[in-house]
């Protein structure tokens, strides 16, 4: 049956989508936002679309903010029955473009900040005997992507995290899921953006390969068929299964690419693949070709 819920970052893209999605089936849904300014925002977006939400501030990086929100959130419904972390940031750009507090910035946020607020709900689920805690992942925790070195990084130590949790605390009656989106036009491809103004400069030697990615990626994602519904949904059936999966891949492509490279042995699988990436960037065809 459906319960209460803590959903980061849903003030736009998938975490929005889950949070309506869920409250319209009946969960009580608490969505986070990292600006405050954002909340009426949320709160007319679930309005529209027939659902109740209860919009709260929370900066995962923040850990006062952090013990602040789980204390009401338990003081309101009595408990927790999920989480969802979902919050994340991506900072594009070869690795010798991107400094060292760019990519610190992605760690502190896709990991140690869901590290952060997974350990702050912990003892209320563990008091519970129950509970699930969902780590919204990547295909990018994966499968390694060039101009994307840190935040495959951090989505790679996610997937390190989740399975190592998912061990630990399963004799508790916690269950542990990572869900894993292929690529998916939202903000964060837009207007949230993230790319390293070193990866901008005309002069870096990778400069002419970065764009030639960037272009890349948005052929990719332009065409894609996954959309924020499709894993609202899978979020949806993972919570809702009596026992859930580790792993859900959310998206066909997502779901062709991991299924060749773990039936392929591993070297011939990056011969070919990586060959066929790196030809795209470093050759790639002028237009009327």
Known sequence: MPGSVLITGAS?????????????????VFATVRDPARKA????????????????????????SIQEVVQEVVSRAGGLDA???????????????????EIRRVFETNLFGTMALTRAVLPHMRQARRGRILLVSSIGGRLGSLALSAYCASKFALEGFGESLAMEIAPLGIH???IEPGMIRTDIWGKNRGVSPGALDPASPYAAWFQASERLANA??????????????VVGRALASPRPRLRYVVG?????????????????FEKVYFSVVLKKVTQPRISGD
């Open 220 to 233: 990719a994602v332009s065409s894609s068929p996954t959309t924020p519904l499709h894993v609202a949904r």
């Open 176 to 178: 542990v899921t990572l």
């Open 83 to 101: 989480l969802v972390n979902n919050a994340g940031i991506q900072v594009r750009g070869y690795f010798e473009d991107v400094c060292e507090e």
């Open 12 to 28: 736009s893209g998938l975490g929005l989508e889950t949070a309506v999605y869920l409250a319209s089936r009946g969960w009580r």
């Open 252 to 268: 066909r492509r997502a779901e062709w690419l991991l299924a060749l490279r773990h039936l392929m042995p591993g070297h011939l």
């Open 41 to 64: 925002e949320v709160e007319r977006a679930a309005v529209d679309s027939g659902a109740r939400l209860e919009v709260l501030p929370l900066d995962v990086t923040n850990r006062a």
